[in-house]
Nanobody, 114 residues
Framework: QVQLVESGGGLVQAGGSLRLSCAAS???????MGWYRQAPGKMRELVAT???????NYADSVRGRFTIARDNAKNTVYLQMNSLKPEDTAVYYC?????????WGQGTQVTVSS
């Protein structure tokens, strides 16, 4: 059974930084990993993804401010979030794709105050 355990959310002032972590377990193979977010009343949206080979993809709204990184030995993905804005406030979800199946973490709240 695949499990994704997230940590690192919290409350921060605009312009501040946070680092999210997500550790995957329960599978010998972990495919692409990424972060999505969902703000109240909005659809879940992609934030950033990374393949096992290190290729990355970012939403336009976070490119240049957020950095996704991955430690394959630990099956862990990180999201360094800098220059945070109030519009970044959301629940952030870790995701991994394993043999065509999506797996999600429980989510971690990020709140950016103005």
């Amino acid at each position: 059974q695949v499990q994704l355990v997230e940590s690192g959310g919290g409350l921060v002032q605009a312009g501040g930084s946070l680092r999210l972590s997500c550790a995957a377990s329960g599978s010998r193979f972990i495919g692409a990993m990424g972060w999505y977010r969902q703000a109240p009343g909005k659809m879940r949206e992609l934030v950033a993804t990374t393949t096992s080979g290190g290729s990355t993809n970012y939403a336009d709204s976070v490119r240049g401010r957020f950095t996704i990184a991955r430690d394959n030995a630990k099956n862990t993905v990180y999201l360094q979030m800098n220059s945070l804005k109030p519009e970044d406030t959301a629940v952030y979800y870790c995701n991994t794709l394993i043999f065509g199946n999506n797996h999600w973490g429980q989510g971690t709240q990020v709140t950016v105050s103005s």
